[in-house]
């Protein structure tokens, strides 16, 4: 059997909490390492922070450079934050240490268009070391965009692609349910909006993303975040919603050509929604209508694609690549 | 603009004529040459064989090596027959000519678990040539395969996986409908189906890719043609079907572990069926429910995942690849 791939995790909030726990339930990977900034983290046993009833022998660190050189990782599963101006260090450090990174920071799931000059450098230091970076999860990363994309393969001919992604969000944890503004009164959700506070972030990676392999072009992005107001009191574990407040998120990102719709990714994430569903319409030859009915389940499918994505990485070529560049993954062992 | 890829058409049944003509669509390949054995072609130009209006100005040859070495073509388009034993010579020529191979060669799509030593034969071959060998299509290739094992990617567990594929072979075209034994009585069904001249190929090759990848093991394979029987009459463009004769194919293959079936592939494929139809089931960690409404319809498909397949080999490393080794293609222009 081929040596256990060495994995430190980046990042022990709830996904990269949930991500470790993962990666010691599978045969092929070896948790060696755990990076936090919470003070409230550091220093402690990995085990008692992912709670798992035993010590892992190994206290998480807020010195990054230290835990990689003293670990020495195959590959680092990195969840820390979502924009591309706040994780150029971290992403720095890993590859500098020689270790690929399996990311879940929504900007560089797609990160060409956003900051070319920055996906150039990251692209140039990954090779420099010898290193893969990729960023995944479920959205951006599979539903919107992989998924779409990998059905276009049996069309010969695609003019215009729509997905939608409608989520129960009384199903997810409470910061999801934060993130999407459930509870607020609508004039502090378009407040909160309109400060760039809320919104989902990755949208519009995966609108581009969809567009420039498609080799659909653009000429008008429109993009517009609502709120899906309650018309009825809704109560999860997490909080209460009250009629006329915000249930959660209507998140809209359109690509147009001469006023036509031609790519349209849906977001509708709020409590109280009657069903979870994905879908896919591809419009083209021959036409095609995907459907997901109960959707797939956000927390557990990003930290799926994430670990899964770990023996692709390990084994792919040097540089800064796209979850479209590589081989899918498939649910690991 | 990068030079476009070079093209040879190997094998001009319906298959090689539509891919060929797809070929011609695409902004980025070029169809510099095609191969095959039927004296009706052998001496025709291209574009009269693929009944275009035009000439192409190169005329089909039965000379392989003689064409390959005279139009260099990046990569071969391979569509002849169906079976491992017949197809190895063809592949060496490929190989051997430096050209790279997509084939809808069924049995090609998943050689290993059928013949390990060919596999190795072909592996090392293209290796030794620095060119890329891989079969695609919609089934095997697709829909009951490379489509199911992509969702996995979502999944932290996978139990057992479930893929029902049901085409309605009134809108296929005749060698289709004669390969499902629509229009014979059930005996002589049952007679072709003992002989083995009916049946899908590559059902039990998708059973061991989706197994294999995932780590499921069977102790046993349940593999199982029936006719279906029509109960009223049905007329394709065709042909006629009377009632109580066959209207198609019920295709099962069954992987099951302790007498469970945790890998299930189900093929049905007649005239009259009433709505085409592909669905994927898995379960596990979250559970997953696709359908795909309408189906994937499979000639239109073959071809399409065929020549979409083409820059992604082209791009490849050296070997033997199946088509869950490589990124997804998606729709090129």
């Known amino acids: 059997m081929a040596d256990p791939i060495k ?31 919470d003070p409230s983290k550091v220093g402690q046993d990995i085990g008692d922070v992912l709670r798992i009833q035993r010590k892992l022998g190994t206290l998480i ?13 195959d590959v680092v599963l990195h969840s820390t934050v979502s924009f ?19 990311s879940s ?24 070391h010898g290193v893969t970076v990729m960023a995944t999860g479920v959205n951006p990363g599979f539903s919107m965009d992989v998924l779409p994309l990998a059905m276009t393969s049996v069309c010969t001919r695609v003019e215009k692609v729509f997905a939608t992604r409608i989520v129960d969000a009384a199903k997810r944890r409470l910061p999801l349910q934060k993130k999407i503004g459930a509870g607020l009164p609508p004039e502090e959700f378009r407040q909160l909006v309109s400060m760039g506070k809320l919104g989902h972030i990755g949208l519009v990676e995966s609108l581009h993303a969809v567009a420039d392999r498609l080799g659909l072009e653009f000429d008008e992005i429109k993009e517009t975040i609502d709120p899906k107001v309650a018309d009825a009191a809704v109560h999860t574990p997490y909080l209460k919603v009250k009629t006329g407040h915000v249930a959660g998120i209507l998140h809209v990102a359109i690509g147009l050509n001469r006023g036509e719709e031609i790519v349209k990714l849906e977001l509708q994430m709020y409590v109280g929604a009657e069903r979870s569903v994905d879908s896919v319409r591809i419009v083209g030859e021959p036409p ?3 459907i997901l009915a109960g959707g797939i389940f956000g927390d557990t499918a990003t930290i799926a694609r994430m670990v899964n994505a770990i023996p692709i990485v390990h084994g792919s070529q040097p540089g800064l690549f796209t979850a479209m560049d590589l081989p899918v993954p498939f649910c690991i062992k």
Chains 1, 2 share one sequence.
């Open 84 to 102: 591309l101006n706040r994780v150029e260090d971290q992403l720095q450090i890993c590859c500098r240490a020689k270790a690929s990174v399996v």
């Open 105 to 128: 920071c929504e900007e560089l799931f797609y990160p060409f268009r956003r900051d070319a000059v920055f996906s150039q450098r990251i692209d140039e230091l990954a090779k420099k």
């Open 288 to 290: 095609i209508e995907l």
């Open 7 to 37: 994995v430190v995790q980046y990042g022990l909030g709830p996904i990269g909490i949930a991500a470790a726990k993962l990666v010691l339930e599978k045969k092929n990977l070896q948790l060696v390492g755990g990076i936090d900034i």
């Open 61 to 73: 660190s807020d010195d990054a450079e230290g835990v990689l050189s003293q670990t020495r990782p």
